[in-house]
């Protein structure tokens, strides 16, 4: 087995341990239809009007959820993309909003 095979399968079996709690965190954070709107126009390509747009909402209203999911560890901010990004799509890790 190659390095770069056993890099992917590490990979894959840090996703599959990963998703549990990510998913447990989008329940705690995300509370509403427009929250997932939100997060996941979260692309780091989109401003924060452009998802405000995107999800019904104003900018600073993404702004705000942004700055409180950047603390909670859903939302990424690095120099390969633009803007905050999701750190992974809800639909990735299962989640979906309760009834």
């Known amino acids: 087995m190659s390095a770069e095979d056993r890099f992917d399968e590490i990979l894959r079996w840090v ?11 989008l329940r ?4 509403s239809e427009t929250d997932l709107a939100v997060y996941q ?3 780091g390509a989109r401003s924060r009007d ?5 999800a ?6 993404v702004g705000t959820r942004w700055a409180a999911w950047k603390e909670a560890g859903i939302v990424l901010e690095n120099s390969t993309k ?3 990004h ?3 799509s809800a639909d990735s890790v299962g ?4 009834p």
């Open 50 to 54: 452009q998802v405000g747009g995107l």
């Open 41 to 43: 126009a979260s692309d």
């Open 28 to 31: 705690e954070h995300i509370q």
């Open 95 to 98: 989640f979906e909003l309760e």
């Open 15 to 25: 996703r599959i341990m990963a998703a549990g709690p990510l998913r447990d965190l």
């Open 86 to 88: 999701r750190i992974a």
């Open 82 to 84: 633009k803007y905050p």
């Open 56 to 61: 019904g909402i104003s900018g600073r209203a």
